[in-house]
């Protein structure tokens, strides 16, 4: 996954509580930004252990949600955890590299 910035919207709160990644294929995807200790334990959903770098967004680690992603989070030193809700289409949920 490739960090493809904040969410461009109207409302600064709105661009804080979501970014943009780009998957392999090219496609962007939204995903909801938590604290670590404050990521909800999602069943379907992909998490993204990310630290920041100035701007950008680093993935230290990408797994399933829950107390395994906390986990991951804090051992790498991650600042928040990303999650996407993997939605069940045709092609196949997203998944973690």
Known sequence: MRDDG????ADSALARRFRLWRSPDGRRHVFSVYAVKDAPDYP????LAVR????RCVVLWSGPAGARARV???AAGAHEIHLRIAPETESGPLAPE
């Open 6 to 9: 904040p969410l461009s919207v």
């Open 44 to 47: 379907d959903a992909i998490a």
């Open 52 to 55: 920041r770098v100035g701007d």
């Open 72 to 74: 991951a989070a804090l």
